[in-house]
Each structure stands twice: as structure tokens, then as C-alpha cells.
């Protein structure tokens, strides 16, 4: 057996356990965080991904859904795929939609917190690859509880054009969504 193909039978057998959960209609991230999060009171992640880019995109965004057993808060990134990586919200300021960095979101106890386009979402900048949908990307959440402990998440996020629901719920044969400025 050549050596590639060894390798890739390990990482196969070692991924099986994720496998058989992922099949439950959640994703390996969420697996691996669902994992963790019985032994540490870290977050839910659910329908995380990210957003592709095309080549010379300089930026993109991460999106997903948070919920925590117990109030804290999401106070940063990062991800060796980009020079840098924030916590980002975006809302309507009069008549213009505003981007800004934020040094923390608030996850309630119990309370799902959404990150996703036009709301608070992770902002991926000065990305180092192009970013193909089918790939997946390592990303490390920080995560701050009330007594000021700081702990991380890794997880893989999926790549795609669109969030995975979109994507399920579209006829195979729907047009891309454009993308308007």
C-alpha cells in the first residue's frame, strides 16, 4: 500500500466516530463541539460555515449558531487561513448599513446568539488561499466566561456559496444568489 493511501486510511478509521454522528444531520464541527462541550462548559455550534471566496477576495465571513449553558462571552478569532480575524457586527445606522469590530458578544445562558450576514458574523480578512466550497477551514472561537477564564473552541467549518439550509432548501437547478453591494 503506497504511503498516500495509507495515510488517507487513517485519517478515514480516525474520523469514524465523527462520521457516524455527522450523519445524524450534523456537521463534524458540530460534533466535535457538541464533544467538548459534555466536558466543558464551552458553546453549541450549530450550522456553521463559511463563505467562499474567489481569487483576489481579500475577505469573507464565518457564520453560525451559539448557545450557551452558561452566560459568556465570544471575544475572538482566529484561523491560519487569514492575516486577521474579528468578531464583526453589522447593522442599519440611519440609511446606511455600518461594519465595525466588536470586542465581544454577549451568548445568554440558554439563548441561541446567530451569527450570520447582516448581524454579527466573523469577518476573515487578508485571506492567504482562495476559499473553495467542499473544503472545510480551521477556525478557533475564544470564549470568555463571568469570572474572566478565557477558554477555546477549534473547530473545521465547511466552506459553500451559501448557509447549508439555503443550500438544501434551493432547487438543484436555482441560480446563484448575486451578491449586491
Known amino acids: 500500500m503506497d504511503h498516500t493511501r495509507y495515510l488517507s486510511l487513517i485519517a478515514f478509521v480516525a474520523l469514524m466516530p465523527l462520521t457516524a454522528v455527522a ?31 474567489v481569487p483576489g477576495q481579500q475577505g ?17 478569532v482566529s484561523t491560519p487561513v487569514a492575516g486577521t480575524a474579528e468578531v464583526h457586527e453589522m ?22 446568539v446567530e451569527f450570520k450576514p447582516g448581524g454579527y458574523h466573523l469577518m476573515l480578512m487578508d485571506l492567504k488561499q482562495t476559499l ?19 477558554r477555546k473552541l477549534e473547530l473545521k467549518v465547511a466552506v459553500a456559496t451559501q ?8 432547487p438543484k437547478d436555482a441560480p ?4 449586491k453591494h
Request: glycine share 8%; net charge neutral; charged share 20%.
Open 23 to 53: 450523519a445524524q444531520n450534523t456537521s463534524s464541527a458540530e460534533a466535535a463541539a457538541d464533544a467538548r462541550s459534555q466536558s466543558e462548559p464551552l458553546p453549541k455550534v450549530e450550522g456553521a460555515w463559511v463563505r467562499s471566496s
Open 60 to 76: 469573507t465571513g464565518a457564520f453560525m449558531k451559539l448557545t450557551s449553558r452558561q452566560a459568556m462571552q465570544l471575544v475572538g
Open 91 to 112: 447593522k442599519m445606522q440611519g440609511d446606511i448599513m455600518r461594519m465595525r469590530q466588536v470586542a465581544g458578544v454577549d451568548l445568554p445562558a440558554g439563548q441561541t
Open 132 to 150: 473553495k466550497p467542499g473544503t472545510s477551514v480551521p477556525l478557533t472561537l475564544v470564549f470568555r466566561d463571568a469570572q474572566g477564564t478565557e
Open 163 to 170: 448557509a447549508p439550509a439555503a443550500a438544501a432548501a434551493a
Open 176 to 179: 446563484e444568489p448575486m451578491h
